[in-house]
């Protein structure tokens, strides 16, 4: 899938379901719920053990419209791990321009983290896709607003704080997409394994989203 293809798979979901945990025996069976209930572009973190691995796996069978992107990538020579694994776009809690190049390189698409608005311009001028703004948490949908009047092409992904109740504040401030992790994935519904409310979640979440 082309690069370009990939960022209107993005921007049409609005939404990156971030997948952190400590048990990977589980996140297919968490894919599956959440792709059932609406959210098929999830992110796996380099912080689950084999993401590599997994990230080849879910590549190599996600259906029409699906997106596998991998998360947490601090180094060029991960990102390119899981280019070759088939992460259809990477994602950096940090700018680090070596991450940038080798996914620009590679014609993939790159979300690198930014915090204060030197920051998010710079990523986006070391040409970051989209910019991923974290920790969101003490920032709030305001501070996405303030940054359309000033930069209004740059494509800001908050991550880090985003809720199911929240979300459609940060798209309705300026967002191109949120990245939600816990919120979404709720630890407890994964560990009892009830996935028809981990897909009733991501559900809430998509309704939640129409016509933003």
């Known amino acids: 899938m082309t690069k370009a293809k990939v960022l209107e798979g993005i ?16 996140l297919a069976a968490v894919a599956a719920a959440l792709r059932e209930g609406g959210v098929r572009t999830i992110e796996v973190t380099m912080t689950v053990p084999g993401a590599v691995e997994i990230i080849r796996e879910l590549a190599g069978r ?3 419209g699906d997106l596998v992107g991998a998360g947490t990538v601090l180094d060029a020579g ?9 992460a259809d776009f990477v994602v ?3 700018t680090n321009m070596d991450v940038v190049k080798a996914c620009r390189d590679a014609e ?15 990523a986006w001028r070391a040409g970051a896709d989209i910019v991923k703004v974290f920790p969101a948490t003490s920032l709030g949908p305001q501070f996405f607003r303030d940054l359309r009047g000033p930069l209004p092409r740059v494509r800001l992904m908050p991550t880090g704080g985003v ?3 929240n979300a ?3 798209l309705a401030a300026g967002a191109c997409c949120v990245g939600i992790g816990t919120a979404l ?3 407890t519904l994964v560990e009892k394994g009830d996935w028809p409310a981990l897909t009733a979640r991501a559900a809430a979440l998509v309704g939640s989203l129409r016509g933003l």
């Open 11 to 26: 921007l049409a979901s609005k939404v990156i379901a971030v997948i952190r945990m400590s048990d990977a025996s589980k």
């Open 62 to 64: 996600k259906e029409p």
């Open 78 to 86: 991960t990102a390119s791990d899981v280019i070759a694994a088939g």
């Open 92 to 94: 950096s809690p940090v």
């Open 108 to 122: 993939v698409l790159v979300a690198p983290g930014a915090f204060t608005p030197t920051e998010i311009v710079t």
């Open 163 to 165: 809720t199911l109740e």
């Open 168 to 170: 459609k504040d940060f």
């Open 185 to 187: 994935v709720d630890k």
